[in-house]
């Protein structure tokens, strides 16, 4: 499918597409994109509403990681997550300050902290030109014949990336997770209003 197309036909269904994780500074966008790995964003936003209201990286540092789990208990694996951000609040006050560092090695090396972890971060802190690939864009690459079903994240990066200039990419990665997550859902897609049907992998499935 040719890609000025499908930027085309995304712009008009998402033109403001954006992250939908809430965050008011650098590290709550970095701790709340680890928090919702496994877990949707609504609920990641009431989680650390609570969390942030409460404790800042400084107080994240010094309390207990039980207080931290009765807090992203929701979240799924929170005992994990729990650790991951008491350790990330420890390493980033003692490494850098308590800011987020424009280092793509370092946050790879933070807990919890993958390739598209990375790639949101330094995305929407940075503007730095990335694609994450999450379940909602590795679904909807494969039905738009972007990739096959047999492609890791991280081949699927890598073809979006030579699909899209770079200068769409983040932009992009923002309009494939949104539609991925309320248009081209995973059980009942919403195929009728879809622009992309004639071209698509599987809608003969939900026809």
């Known amino acids: 499918m040719n890609s000025e197309y499908i930027i085309?036909?995304?712009?008009?269904?998402?033109?403001?597409?954006?992250?939908?994780?809430?965050?008011?500074?650098?590290?709550?966008l970095l701790i709340a994109t680890v928090l919702s790995a496994q877990c949707t964003d609504k609920r990641v936003n009431i989680v650390t509403k609570e969390l942030f209201g409460k404790y800042n990286l400084y107080d994240l540092k010094n309390i207990s990681i039980k207080e931290i789990e009765n807090i992203?208990?929701?979240c799924g694996s929170y005992t994990k997550k729990a650790y991951y951000i008491k350790t990330i609040a420890n390493k980033l006050l003692n490494d850098y300050n308590g800011k987020v560092p424009n280092n793509r090695e370092y946050l790879e090396s933070l807990p919890g902290v993958g390739r598209k972890t990375c790639n949101v971060v330094l995305s929407n802190l940075y503007n730095v030109p990335t694609i994450a690939v999450d379940t909602h864009v590795s679904r909807v690459s494969v039905r738009l014949g972007l990739a096959k079903k047999e492609d890791n994240v991280f081949t699927i990066e890598k073809k979006l990336m030579k699909k899209f200039p770079k200068?769409?990419?983040?932009?992009?990665?923002h309009q494939l997770v949104l539609f991925g997550r309320y248009n081209c859902t995973a059980r009942k897609p919403k195929c009728n209003n879809c622009p992309f049907i004639n071209k698509c992998k599987e809608y003969k499935k939900y026809s």
């Open 167 to 173: 200068d769409k990419w983040s932009r992009i990665h």
């Open 72 to 74: 992203i208990r929701t």
């Open 8 to 28: 085309k036909e995304l712009d008009n269904i998402f033109p403001d597409a954006r992250c939908e994780l809430y965050y008011e500074k650098d590290y709550e």
